[in-house]
């Protein structure tokens, strides 16, 4: 995977699996492949202006890294910087010890060939600017939900404080307007479409407030909460609950602030008490989803067509196609959506990549190679320790230096050192660089949880020639510095011993060997329903045989009794084509009046027994995909 930041696309030429792509790499007067991303340059830069990542709440410098953990880990200058400007300064090139300043860089026109295009260019937050009657641009203290996640963010402008513009006090009493730009006609400017993410935003945003003040009040001023879902209504009832928090149903819209108190007014309108103005510290405008600013250029230069609201065309049966074929869409671009629901886009958008282009799978993957073990097993342990201050996750609560001097003081520790973010590109380097100039033979690294960055940091030893399995992780951010953020003393005092116990274990760690095992290449789908049939046709033209597999004695599921959607289409022709497609497809093979009697083996190698009009038969997997839907409610 080549990953081109910076870059725009310019145009796009061909047709579907034949695309020819220009784009544009934009000068970054910093060489990718120098800068090691420690920010010497961004201490030395002369120019602070308002920091956009931070939603313009802090300052940043003219040179700059995008945030702390951005991917590449590469600083880039910005046209607030004085030499671009008036041609002095270059200070940032003085201080560069990597000489990866390179003011020279023009912008580079590239092109690539591609077969399948993916539209991920999301969406940008409602500007309430355009409405005077929410004070936002106005009144110091009134913000979008869109800042207040970076307020209450530990890499935010007040490094996870939430303080208030006007006086940099923490407000105590704050409130929320919903559907900001969302479900409004008029005045123009603003959408009719309900922005489906921001009820449940905001109950986080409520719950997230009440954990950094328990005696915040939090009001929250909405026309009715739409909490759809599996779990939201749940997780609405939580909000709801805490001590402090009001849920009023109302139109409300903010009239004015008190320049010395920095308080804002609320005025709202309730059918028991007709209209109420209310003072709050604070106000957050639960802003809605608009599509990107600039979307109507990127329609042309892509070539497909955009719906009413200016988010991508879509046919609500093949909700990842654009009305360009070999151009899909993932994510918001579809029109709002939250994260699980753009991860799912996105894998849908990937799976019908890899339908078209199943023919050249393969062709352009390299393998990796990794430095030659080094047997160390006849070694004295020599570990390392690396802390982590994951921003202010843990820096802020945990004292990080003490922890890695108590470390230096254990058994077996030869090195030990904090990192702002272990998990940083520069960190692993980092890590790996110590493992070859120190010897280390155990490395113990102190940050998050296992559960997602653990093969990261196994790859890591191994690229420095060390077993992956010399790598011990002690989680000092969830089990600690997050649930006890409050008792900073306690906090470090339980970082030592989960070091301790860490390191114990460090010691007493042997290489392990991986093995290659077959995989059984062909997937099992239980239900033949839409969901069913719509996955087993996408495997099975990436290549894999499916068994799908359904109780009744025909496939179709729930759809089979629906005619028309809401916009007209026509179900059960849908239906039928795809029913028809399936049996079609000479890789699905389909099982009617199934019942699966024994379920063996493990991923890659299942083993499925069914009884079906076929008779008794024993199945062979890797995969497994449920589709079995939901039964209706008996009421
Ligand atoms: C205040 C707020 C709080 C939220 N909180 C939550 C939450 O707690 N849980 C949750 O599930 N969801 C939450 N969401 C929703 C969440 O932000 C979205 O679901 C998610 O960001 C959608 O991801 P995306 O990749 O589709 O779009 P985006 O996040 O918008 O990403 C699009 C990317 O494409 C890039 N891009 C745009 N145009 C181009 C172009 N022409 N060329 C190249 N690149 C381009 C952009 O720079 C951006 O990096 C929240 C939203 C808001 C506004
Ligand atoms: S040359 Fe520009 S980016 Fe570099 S230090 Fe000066 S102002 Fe900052
Ligand atoms: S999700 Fe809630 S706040 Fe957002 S537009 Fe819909 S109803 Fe309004």
């Not at 799912?344 to 430095?371: K, M």
């Not at 520069?426 to 102190?446: D, F, H, Y």
């Amino acid at each position: 995977m080549e990953v081109l930041s910076y870059t725009e696309v310019d145009r796009v030429e061909g047709e579907v699996g034949n695309f020819k792509v220009r784009l544009i790499k934009k000068p970054r007067y910093v060489l990718e492949d120098k800068c090691t991303g420690c920010a010497t340059c961004v201490e030395y830069c002369p120019v602070k202006y308002p920091d956009p990542f931070n939603r313009e709440i802090s300052k940043n410098k003219a040179i700059h890294i995008y945030y702390a953990q951005a991917i590449p880990l590469v600083a880039y200058i910005d046209d607030s910087c004085r030499y671009l400007r008036e041609g002095t300064c270059t200070a940032c090139e003085a201080v560069c010890r990597n000489e990866a300043i390179d003011f020279s860089q023009e912008a580079e026109p590239l092109e690539i060939k591609v077969g399948a295009i993916v539209l991920a260019a999301g969406f940008e937050p409602y500007n309430p600017e355009l409405r005077a009657d929410y004070g936002y641009g106005k009144f110091a203290n009134v913000v979008t939900s869109m800042d207040y996640e970076r307020l209450l963010c530990s890499t935010g402008p007040y490094e996870g404080e939430v303080l208030r513009a006007s006086d940099l006090k923490h407000p105590h009493k704050v409130a929320w307007i919903q559907c900001v730009g969302s479900r409004q006609v008029n005045p123009p400017g603003a959408n009719s479409y309900c922005s489906s993410v921001c009820c449940t935003y905001t109950q986080k945003q409520v719950i997230l407030t009440k954990d950094h003040d328990a005696g915040a009040e939090c009001t929250v001023f909405h026309n009715d909460i739409r909490s759809f879902g599996k779990d939201f209504e749940r997780f609405y009832a939580r909000a709801e609950n805490l001590p402090g928090v009001r849920f009023i149903r109302s139109y409300a819209s903010v009239t004015k602030d008190d320049p010395h108190t920095g308080k804002v007014t609320v005025r709202y309108a309730t059918n028991e008490n007709g209209v109420q103005e209310e003072e709050f510290d604070m106000v957050v405008l639960s802003v809605g989803f608009n599509p990107p600013g600039d979307v109507k250029d990127l329609a042309d230069k892509y070539g497909i067509e955009l719906n009413e609201h200016g988010f991508c065309k879509i046919n609500p049966f093949k909700p990842m196609e654009t009305s360009r074929p070999g151009l899909f869409i993932s994510g918001a671009f579809n029109g709002p959506l939250d994260i699980p629901e753009s991860v799912v886009t996105a894998s849908g958008a990937g799976s019908q990549c890899g339908e078209l282009l199943n023919y050249r799978r393969g062709d352009l993957s390299v393998e990796r190679f990794y430095p030659l073990e080094r047997d160390v097993s006849e070694e004295e342990p020599r570990i390392g320790v690396f802390v982590c201050h994951c921003g202010a996750n843990i820096g802020s609560v945990v004292d990080v230096p003490s922890i890695v001097e108590y470390a230096l003081t254990l058994p077996n520790v030869v090195y030990a050192r904090e990192q702002l973010f272990a998990c940083a590109t520069n960190s692993a380097k980092e890590i790996t660089a110590m493992i070859r100039e120190k010897g280390l033979n155990r490395v113990v690294v102190a940050a998050c949880s296992p559960r997602t960055l653990e093969p990261l940091f196994r790859d890591t030893l191994r690229e420095a020639g060390l077993n992956q399995y010399y790598y011990e992780m002690a989680n000092i951010r969830e089990h600690c510095s997050w649930i006890h953020a409050k008792e900073k003393a306690e906090a470090t005092a339980k970082t030592r011993d989960i070091i301790r116990m860490s390191v114990a274990r460090a010691r007493l760690l042997e290489p392990l060997k991986e093995i290659d095992l077959p995989i059984n290449k062909a997937a099992l789908v239980v239900g033949g329903g839409i969901a069913g049939m719509t996955c087993a046709l996408s495997i099975a033209r990436q290549g894999h045989e499916v068994y799908l597999l359904e109780k009744e004695r025909e496939l179709g599921g729930v759809a089979r009794r629906l005619h028309h959607t809401l916009e007209g289409m026509d179900v059960q022709e849908y239906l039928n084509d795809l029913v028809r497609d399936v049996y079609r497809h000479p890789l699905i093979r389909v099982f009617t009046k199934t019942t699966i009697l024994e379920v063996t083996g493990y991923v890659g190698n299942f083993v499925t027994r069914v009884i079906s009009e076929k008779g008794l038969s024993e199945i062979k997997h890797g995969a497994t995909v449920i589709a079995i839907g939901a039964d209706l409610f008996t009421p």
